[in-house]
């Protein structure tokens, strides 16, 4: 039986890619939804405070190929991450991954602890994770309409949620996010809503 087993293999092991693949780069709709530029400032608005990030890393998976020797799919991904806010020591990291017919995001909240003036590590953090799907569809998140802030009104806006429950060391736990925009508004357990109010230094997005 390993005998008859064994040829098969060895085809599977060294032809994987028949030929060279030519990949695209991570598709500017997905990006849109993270929606960072390095250099911009973005500020959150609370019912006692502010927040203001500043983006200080912006990437995306630009054209590519795959060679034989590679698997046989092409997978993309795009990132942005701010400063460490120094009102409420807070750190937001966004990530998104493509391979085939799926987009895998993750924006995290990571909460920094402080020593002697230092901020020194992630003691915790949020962490919202969800998918889009070619034909439309979303896993672990939903869409709603008729989202107002700072009086805008958006409409297909993402919801992601954490069971404050299952996670009751949870600090912010839902996060409204809009296409070209990335997050509009934020809910902290203690401190209230917080909602997009300025950007600055934005550029102009490249298609």
Not at 15 to 42: L, N, Q, R
Not at 54 to 82: D, H, L
Not at 168 to 182: F, L, S
Not at 188 to 206: A, K, M, S, V
Request: proline share 3%.
């Amino acid at each position: 039986m390993i005998k008859k087993l064994l040829p098969a293999a060895l085809v599977i092991l060294f032809i994987g890619c028949s030929k060279e693949t030519h990949c695209p780069a991570f598709p500017y709709d997905m990006e849109a939804w993270i929606s960072y530029y390095e250099g911009e400032e973005v500020k959150f608005t609370g019912p006692h405070s502010s927040q203001s990030f500043n983006i200080i890393e912006s990437n995306s998976s630009k054209y590519y190929t795959v060679g034989r020797t590679e698997a046989c799919e092409c997978e993309s991904s795009a990132r942005s991450k701010t400063n460490i806010d120094s009102t409420n020591n807070i750190q937001l990291v966004c990530y998104a991954n493509k391979l085939n017919n799926r987009t895998d995001f993750e924006f995290k909240f990571q909460h920094f602890g402080y020593y002697h003036g230092t901020f020194y590590f992630a003691e915790k953090y949020d962490s919202f994770r969800f998918c889009l799907k070619s034909n439309g569809g979303i896993e672990s998140a939903s869409f709603t309409d008729n989202v107002t802030v700072g009086g805008k009104n958006y409409n297909h806006v993402i919801v992601a949620e954490l069971d404050t429950n299952s996670m009751p060391g949870t600090i912010i736990h839902r996060i409204y996010i809009a296409q070209n925009e990335g997050i509009i508004k934020y809910c902290h357990r203690t401190l209230g809503d917080f909602e997009l109010t300025e950007r600055t230094e934005r550029p102009e997005p490249i298609n």
